[in-house]
């Protein structure tokens, strides 16, 4: 029945109504399409064994945009991000239905090679995770799989670009051969997003990637976020509205694995059009 | 009147004892269980440790000197001439007494005096029966009474058991050292008898193993060369036999386990691994002896080596088989040990699983897949029944696995099998070699675990 909804954008612009007015959970609220997008998503459901975790998602995640996608806890945010890089397929008994298309190319075509896939969609998760490798190491672990440098001085300055980008660099440069978990929660946050860019992904995910730090260490991932937009298409998961509202362009808002809304991040936070939009970000729920 | 019987009573009257602790502190608050300092559960068990401990403690005591104290006073009784016997062989009469006593055989002819002294022991035995189970029997309830009595609403009775608990968990455990102390301290004085005879150094560096010893002066005989070098020699080209066949074997099976096989595969293999575990050493042993041994010996005739028929190649490829699921399970624990996140952390950024293994999963889990083959290592050095069937018995130094070599442990086994007299440096030579064994697995199993544990150390 999204179908409907899918094939017709401009329904959601005739039916254009008052804050909050809209109900009904069927068809998702907003413009799902944006004019130049990096990823494409249509009709994805997700099961894990018999259960249904993502209804019928339809979304298109814009070139260097952040999109943020919130929603109460289980309603699918996580689920839906891993799809966009099938780390879901490391999970047993998960199952993806619909197409997802990265620049025209189906990433659940069954001859695509998630390797280069997960390379160009990379991902940052909600608890740190170094490698219990050296600082260097860890940032290197990807360019040396993939082999992108062709020898010792191009991997360092790989490894130093990286480091630079995610902002780390000034604090690491002395340490560099020290173990990667000795650093801060926020430093380890940041070495792990330094780990993703630096094998020069186009689209980074990141889910919750500030729920374990202090305020301080998150401004600077905010900041980091920002500055990451213009190379970088990202998606992230979050908790947090004003973080939403920082640091993203689009947001989405999930609701029991269906998406219910989806709009410029200005609009969705100052005038949602959907009932349950509305109860979320005023507090009234979740 | 058995102590078992004794003992069961007491119980009964423990159990007796805790419902009338626990309804006592009841009435005592008429049955509002918040005004109690404990709940009267503990009230019960007060009562009931009372009424049972210092009797089973009486009892204990009771047992462990009524004998002594029996046989003190038969010893009176006899007449002079057999109480000025010497020691030992006052020993044999009393034994004679004894077994007499009870109906069994007795070793000399059964005199007028025996069988007096007979009748006097089994008397006093029997006085000392009835006298043991009325004072326990009273101890226990007037303990128990005077427990129930004094049962206040303030008192600390959930303190009290705690403190008891606490004190039977203590106990237990020290039992449990101090049995190991005492095993080590005797390992480690007969080696220093042994050590007495033969010195240290031709024991430890000596290269010939020779225990025969003449039992009697005149016997032929030789007089015994001790120079473990080759029991320990033969006893490590085992075990690295062993760890050639059982740490890829097992660690390959780990990793496939953990990372590769499907939930299904996983529930019917790992049973049968553990059966693998559970096969007695026995089984391996005749195994080795009568099935792998000869296969060795064959297959090396067809390809032209000579492979003796009991042969250290065999031995160790046995023991390695014995060893995978050890090796396997303590694996399967640390790569499993290894944090979800590490794994996607890898795969986020592209890795195949076979590149998140190798660069991730193994460096991460090495200290504490070095610290299980480690104490797999230890485990081989002590094995015993598989070498003994399969292994050989002549102490070659040598290092080429298709000959026979022997190991500590066989030699133990042998110089221990038969008659022996219990000072012969024969017999000491066991102690010796035990306590070298101990030795070094002990200092394997510290480095292993210490290992194992930092490692546990890193994810927590
Ligand atoms: N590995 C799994 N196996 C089975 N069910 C799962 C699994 N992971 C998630 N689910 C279920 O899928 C639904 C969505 O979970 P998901 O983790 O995507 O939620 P989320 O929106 O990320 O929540 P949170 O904000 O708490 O992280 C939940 O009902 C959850 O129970
Ligand atoms: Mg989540």
């Known amino acids: ?286 | 009147m058995h102590t078992s019987t004794l003992i069961i009573l007491l119980l009964g009257l423990m159990s007796l004892a805790y419902y009338f602790g626990r309804k006592r502190s009841l009435s005592l608050v008429g049955g509002k269980v918040r005004d109690l300092h404990s709940l009267p559960s503990y009230y019960g068990m007060q009562t009931a440790m009372w009424c049972g401990i210092p009797a089973l403690i009486l009892l204990a005591l009771w047992l462990s000197f009524e004998e002594s104290v029996v046989t003190g006073m038969v010893v009176e009784s006899l007449p002079q001439e057999i109480q000025e016997l010497p020691p030992e062989r006052l020993d044999l009469v009393l034994n004679d007494v004894r077994n007499l006593s009870q109906g069994d055989i007795v070793s000399s002819t059964v005199d007028q005096t025996m069988q007096q002294a007979a009748d006097h022991y089994t008397s006093l035995m029997g006085i000392s029966h009835m006298a043991l189970f009325v004072v326990a029997l009273s101890v226990a309830i007037l303990a128990g009474l005077w427990a129930q009595r004094t049962i206040t609403r303030e008192q600390r009775a959930r303190n009290r058991v705690e403190k008891a608990i606490n004190f039977f968990l203590l106990s237990s455990s020290t039992l449990a050292i101090f049995t190991t102390v005492g095993i080590v301290l005797s390992v480690l004085f007969e080696s220093v008898r042994f050590f007495q005879q033969i010195p240290v150094t031709e024991f430890l560096f000596g290269l010939e193993w020779s225990p025969q010893t003449a039992i009697r002066p005149d016997q032929v005989g030789s007089s015994g060369v001790f120079g473990s070098v080759p029991l320990f020699a033969g006893t490590m080209l085992i075990t690295l036999i062993a760890m050639i066949v059982a740490v890829p074997i097992g660690l390959m099976s780990a990793i496939y386990m953990a990372e590769y096989a499907s939930k299904h595969f996983r529930t019917l293999a790992k049973p049968v691994l553990e059966v693998l575990a559970g096969i007695p050493t026995v089984v391996y042993g005749f195994f080795a002896a009568l099935t792998v041994a000869p296969f060795f010996r064959d297959l090396g005739t067809d390809i032209g080596l000579t492979v003796s028929s009991e042969s250290a190649l065999a031995a160790g490829v046995v023991m390695g088989i014995m060893i995978i699921p050890f090796v396997s399970s303590l694996s399967d624990d640390v790569i499993n040990a290894v944090p979800q996140a590490m794994r996607d952390g890898s795969y986020g950024l592209g890795a195949t699983r076979s590149e998140t293994i190798r660069n991730v999963i193994i460096p991460a889990a090495l200290p504490g897949i070095v610290g299980g083959v480690l104490l797999a290592v230890s485990r081989a050095i002590g094995e015993t029944m598989i070498v003994v069937m399969a292994a050989g018995l002549s102490a070659n130094l040598t290092a080429n696995p298709l000959e026979a070599v022997t190991t500590v442990t066989v030699q133990i086994v042998t110089l221990l099998v038969g008659d022996q007299e219990f000072d012969s440096a024969k017999t000491l030579a066991a102690f010796a070699l035990a306590l070298v064994l101990f030795v070094i697995t002990l200092a394997l199993n510290m480095i292993a675990l210490h290992i194992v544990r930092k490692y546990r150390e890193q994810y927590e």
Not at chain 1, 250 to 260: D, M, N, P, S
Request: charged fraction near 25%; glycine fraction near 8%.
């Open chain 1, 1 to 286: 029945m999204n179908e409907t909804s899918a094939a017709t954008p401009g329904l959601a612009e005739e039916t254009e109504a008052a804050a909050g007015t809209v109900q009904s959970t069927d068809d998702t609220v907003g413009e799902i399409y944006v004019d130049d997008p990096r990823m494409t998503c249509r009709n994805v459901d997700v099961y894990y064994g018999e259960k249904q975790a993502i209804f019928d998602v339809s979304l298109d995640i814009g070139k260097n945009q952040v999109i943020s996608m919130i929603g109460p806890s289980g309603c699918g945010k996580s689920t839906f991000l891993r799809c966009l890089n099938r780390m879901n397929d490391t999970i047993d008994g998960c199952r993806v239905t619909g197409q997802i298309k990265m620049d025209e190319q189906d990433i659940y075509d069954g001859g695509l090679d998630v390797v280069p896939l997960r390379a160009s969609v990379g991902m940052v998760f909600q608890k740190p995770n170094p490698f219990p490798k050296s600082i260097y190491d860890n940032i290197a672990y990807g360019p040396k799989i993939h082999g992108l440098s062709d020898n010792k001085e191009h991997l360092d300055s790989i490894v130093e670009t990286s480091l630079q980008r995610a902002g780390l660099w000034e604090e690491a440069k002395d340490r560099l051969d020290q173990p990667g978990t000795g650093l801060s929660g926020g430093q380890q946050q940041r070495l792990c997003i330094a780990r993703a860019i630096a094998v020069s992904p186009e689209v980074i995910l990141m889910d919750e990637p500030c729920s374990a730090l202090d305020p301080i260490a998150t401004a600077k991932i905010e900041e980091l976020i920002d500055e990451l937009r213009e190379r970088f298409t990202i998606a992230i998961v979050t908790h947090s509205m004003q973080q939403a509202a920082r640091v993203s362009q689009r947001t989405a808002y999930f609701h029991l694995g269906k998406l219910i809304e989806v709009g410029e991040t200005d609009q969705i936070f100052t005038s949602p059009r959907h009932k349950l939009t509305e109860d979320y970000i005023t507090g009234r729920f979740g």
